[in-house]
Each structure stands twice: as C-alpha cells, then as structure tokens.
Nanobody, 124 residues
Framework: QVQLVESGGGLVQPGGSLRLSCAASGSFLSIDTMGWNRQAPGKQRELVAGLTSGGSPNYADSVKGRFTISRDNAKNTVYLQMNNLKPEDTAVYYC??????????????????WGQGTQVTVSS
C-alpha cells in the first residue's frame, strides 16, 4: 500500500502565503505524477496543480501566477507554495499520487492514491 501524509494547512489572511507538503511512503517501485486538488464546501473537487516525475507542471487557471508546485523525488514529496491567497482559495486540499507498484501476482501497474486532506482557510 501507499500512504500520503499532508501538512501545512491553516488559517491565513488574504494576501498571505502557505506551503503545503505531501510525503508518499509505503511499498512502490516509483512515483509518477503527484499533485494537489481541492474541494470547497458545496463544490466539486477540482485540480489545483500537478507535476510529473519529469518535472512538467500544470495549473488551474485560477491559481496560475500565485501557486507553485515542486517535488523532491528523492523524498517522494510534493510541495505547493501558495502566495497571494484569496478567500476563494478556502478549501480542503488533497494530495494525490500515481504509484507504480508490483502486485502479489507479479503484475506491475500504476495506481492512484489520495491523502486525507488538509484545511486551508483564507479569511480576515
């Protein structure tokens, strides 16, 4: 199995910054894409940012220029630096990762995993 542990959420004023971290651990051969999604109350979960193992990022239009995704492949950790936060960024942020694993039968495949979520609240 693969576990994703997130940290770094909290309460921040508009215009402030936060840095989220997500570390993957467990049994896997490698981690492919890692990223962040968020879900605000009453809304569907949406992609915030993703980053392949090769370093190609993608962002939601709403966060371009304010958020930066990065990763430390040696630590299997992905980060989300969030600057100039706005009240509409308030949501539970979920880390996700695609892990390459070998199953008990010997099959090698790519499987998706999610973290437990961390609350980000932007309010004055």
């Amino acid at each position: 199995q693969v576990q994703l542990v997130e940290s770094g959420g909290g309460l921040v004023q508009p215009g402030g910054s936060l840095r989220l971290s997500c570390a993957a651990s467990g049994s896997f051969l490698s981690i492919d894409t890692m990223g962040w999604n968020r879900q605000a109350p009453g809304k569907q979960r949406e992609l915030v940012a993703g980053l392949t193992s090769g370093g190609s990022p993608n962002y939601a239009d709403s966060v371009k220029g304010r958020f930066t995704i990065s990763r430390d492949n040696a630590k299997n950790t992905v980060y989300l630096q969030m600057n100039n936060l706005k009240p509409e960024d308030t949501a539970v942020y979920y880390c996700n990762a695609e892990a390459v694993r070998r199953t008990g039968s010997g099959h090698v495949g790519k499987y998706a995993y999610w973290g437990q979520g961390t609350q980000v609240t932007v309010s004055s």
